[in-house]
C-alpha cells in the first residue's frame, strides 16, 4: 500500500462508453453496416499498465448496456479510470464520468484526494477526441474528469499512476492536461513512440469472448478476427483524416517485420483465423510489405487477412504477393470519381492510377473494398453522380459511400471557414452524420447522393448476381439476406438514414 492510500498494484479499468448501433446507423440497416473491430489503442493502453504491474479490467459498452457498465465497474472498484472517447462519442464519455462519480464505493477511502470518507477513483479521457480538444474536455467535463491522455497513451498512463501512487503532482507529465487544486494544468506534448517495437501486444485477452468483435458483414472471411496495426501514423496530407501528428512530419513509424510476424503467431495462437491489418497505408514501404507477405507465406502461417493500401504505392506483383500469403482482400481509399475533387481533398492520386490498381487487384483474384466520400469542398451534385458512375465503373465487391466529417484536429476542422459549414452536435461526427456542409451543395444533396449511391451500385443485377454465385457458406447467406433487407428499405425509400431526405 502507497503512503497514499493507491495500492501499488492499482486497480485499472479502461472504458469504452455505452453505445448501440442505432447511434449512428438506421435500425433498418444497422445490422449489414456494423462494424466492431477491436478497440486496438485501449488495448495498447492496457498492456502497458499491466506489464507496469497495475491489475487491469476492460468494459466495452459496444457490448454492455450504460447501467451493466457501472455496476460491473462498480463491482471492480477500479482506483484508476481511462475512458476512451471519438468526437461523436464525447458526451456519452463525459456521461460515464459523471454516472461513474455517482457511484458509491464498495469499500473504505483509502486515498486524500476526494471527500473525507469517500473514494475518489482518479478519472482521465483519451483517445481521438481527447487528443484533438485537450483542455476543452476538461472545460468542458468539469469535476467529472481529472485528466485528459493528449497523445499516445501507453507511457503517459504509466508515469501518470505512477505519480498517483507516490502522492505527487502530475505537473510535468508529458502528453497530459490535469485539474490539480482547482487548477488545469496543460503539460507539453509527449513525442510520439519511435520505438514501436518496445510496446507490449495489445492485451486482447482482456476483451473475453473475440466473437463478438466483427468486422462489417461480407468484409471478413474467418472468425475470429483479430486488427493488428504494423506502423503508426501517415506521410500523407488528406484533408479529412485524424493522425495524432497533425504536422505528418513524423512520418510513418515502422515496427520490424520480425516484430510483426511474432504478434501474427500471437493471435493465431490465442485463436484467431483472420486479421485485419489498421495501418492506414499498408503499403507504404514497398519492399518491407512484401517481406512481410513473403514470411507469412514462409511460415505457412494459417490465417486470412485484410489490409488497406494507398492506389500509387501498390503493383501487380505486390498485390500478387499478399494474395498468396492469405490475403483475400483490399481496401483503396477512392474517395471521388472526379479529378479536381480528389486534389481538394490532397489525397495525392489519380483517377487512372485508382484505374489501375482496383483492376491488378482483381487480376490476382483479390476482393476490392473501395469508400467514397460526398461532400468535398468545392463538389457538386452533379460531380457527385459522376462518383457514382465512377464506382459502378471500378465495379469492386465492395463500395462504401461516407459523408466527409470535419473531425477535431484535422486540416478541414481547422480550416472550415474556408470550405463550407459544421454542425454542432458532436453525435454527427460520424462517416453518416454529415457533419460538413461544403457551400457547394445541402446536407439533403450529400443524404440524397448517399442513397442514389447504395442503391444504384448495389441493385445491379449483373452484382447481385455476382453475390449470389459466390455464396459459399452460411454466413454468406445471413450476409447476403441483410444486405438484400437493406437494399429493400433503400427502395422503400423509408428509414434507411438517420435524417430524412
Ligand atoms: C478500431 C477503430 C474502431 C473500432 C473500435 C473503436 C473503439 N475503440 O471502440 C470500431 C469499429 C468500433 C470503431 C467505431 C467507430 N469509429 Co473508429 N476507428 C478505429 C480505427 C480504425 C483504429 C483505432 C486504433 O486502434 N488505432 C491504433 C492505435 C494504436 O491508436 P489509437 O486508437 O489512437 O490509440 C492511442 C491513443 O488514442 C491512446 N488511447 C486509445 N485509447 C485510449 C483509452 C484511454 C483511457 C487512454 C488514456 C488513451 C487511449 O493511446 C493509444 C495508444 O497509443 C481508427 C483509425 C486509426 N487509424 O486510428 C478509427 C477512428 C478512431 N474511428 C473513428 C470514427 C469516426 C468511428 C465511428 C464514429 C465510425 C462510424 N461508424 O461512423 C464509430 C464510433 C464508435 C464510438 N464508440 O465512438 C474516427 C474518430 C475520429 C474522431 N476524431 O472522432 C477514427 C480516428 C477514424 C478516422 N480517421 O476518421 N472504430
Request: proline share 5%.
Amino acid at each position: 500500500m502507497s503512503a497514499n492510500g493507491y495500492r501499488l498494484k492499482m486497480r485499472c479499468a479502461l472504458v469504452i462508453p455505452a453505445w448501440v448501433p442505432e447511434d449512428i446507423f438506421s435500425s433498418k440497416t444497422a445490422a449489414s453496416q456494423i462494424n466492431y473491430w477491436q478497440p486496438l489503442g485501449t488495448l495498447y493502453v492496457a498492456a502497458a499498465l499491466r506489464e507496469a504491474g497495475h491489475e487491469v479490467k476492460f468494459f466495452n459498452g459496444a457490448f454492455i448496456t450504460h447501467e451493466g457498465l457501472l455496476r460491473d465497474i462498480q463491482e471492480f472498484n477500479p482506483e484508476f479510470i481511462g475512458i476512451y472517447s471519438t468526437t461523436f462519442g464525447w458526451e456519452k464519455a463525459k456521461k460515464t464520468a459523471a454516472d461513474l462519480r455517482k457511484i458509491t464505493p464498495l469499500h473504505p477511502p483509502l486515498n486524500k484526494g476526494g471527500i473525507e470518507g469517500v473514494f475518489r477513483p482518479f478519472i482521465c479521457a483519451g483517445g481521438p477526441y481527447p487528443i484533438a480538444a485537450q483542455e476543452k474536455c476538461l472545460e468542458d467535463a468539469g469535476q467529472w474528469i481529472d485528466a485528459v491522455v493528449t497523445g499516445e497513451g501507453e507511457v503517459t498512463v504509466v508515469e501518470m499512476t505512477e505519480r498517483l501512487q507516490a502522492g505527487k503532482s502530475l505537473s510535468g507529465v508529458m502528453g497530459l492536461v490535469c485539474r490539480e487544486n482547482g487548477k488545469v494544468i496543460k503539460n507539453p506534448p509527449r513525442p510520439l513512440i519511435t520505438d514501436l517495437d518496445s510496446l507490449p501486444f495489445p492485451a486482447r485477452d482482456l476483451l473475453g469472448d473475440a466473437n463478438l468483435y466483427i468486422p462489417p458483414p461480407a468484409t471478413y472471411r474467418r472468425k475470429p478476427v483479430a486488427v493488428l496495426i504494423t506502423s503508426r501514423g501517415c506521410n500523407r496530407q488528406c484533408i479529412f483524416c485524424f493522425q495524432m501528428d497533425k504536422t505528418r512530419e513524423s512520418g510513418i513509424r515502422y515496427r520490424s517485420v520480425e516484430n510483426v510476424i511474432k504478434e501474427i503467431e500471437h493471435c493465431l495462437g490465442q485463436g484467431y483465423r483472420e486479421i485485419k491489418f489498421l495501418d492506414d497505408t499498408f503499403a507504404a514501404d514497398y519492399n518491407r510489405a512484401m517481406r512481410i507477405a513473403e514470411e507469412i507465406k514462409k511460415r505457412k502461417l494459417d490465417f486470412t487477412w485484410f489490409a488497406s493500401a494507398c492506389v500509387n504505392q501498390v503493383d501487380k506483383p505486390l498485390l500478387k504477393a499478399f494474395k498468396d500469403a492469405g490475403c483475400w482482400a483490399i481496401l483503396f481509399g477512392a474517395e471521388s470519381g472526379v479529378q479536381k475533387n480528389l486534389n481538394t481533398i490532397r489525397k495525392g492520386i489519380t483517377l487512372e492510377q485508382i484505374r489501375k490498381a482496383v483492376k491488378w487487384a482483381k487480376e490476382v483474384g483479390l476482393k476490392v473494398s473501395t469508400p467514397f466520400i460526398f461532400g468535398i469542398p468545392g463538389e457538386t451534385f452533379e460531380e457527385g453522380l459522376e462518383t457514382i458512375r465512377f464506382a459502378i465503373e471500378l465495379n469492386p465487391n465492395m463500395a462504401n459511400f461516407h459523408a466527409i466529417t470535419p473531425f477535431p484536429g484535422t486540416y478541414l476542422y481547422d480550416n472550415l471557414e474556408r470550405y463550407g459549414t459544421m454542425s454542432e452536435d458532436l453525435t454527427d461526427f460520424t462517416y453518416q452524420g454529415a457533419a460538413f456542409i461544403p457551400y457547394t451543395m445541402t446536407k439533403e444533396d450529400i443524404l440524397k447522393l448517399r442513397q442514389i449511391a447504395f442503391k444504384r451500385f448495389y441493385s445491379r443485377p449483373s452484382f447481385i448476381l455476382k453475390r449470389l454465385l459466390e455464396l459459399r457458406s452460411f454466413n454468406d447467406l445471413t450476409v447476403a439476406f441483410r444486405s438484400m433487407r437493406s437494399l429493400f428499405w433503400l427502395w422503400a425509400k423509408e428509414g434507411i438514414f438517420r435524417h430524412k431526405v
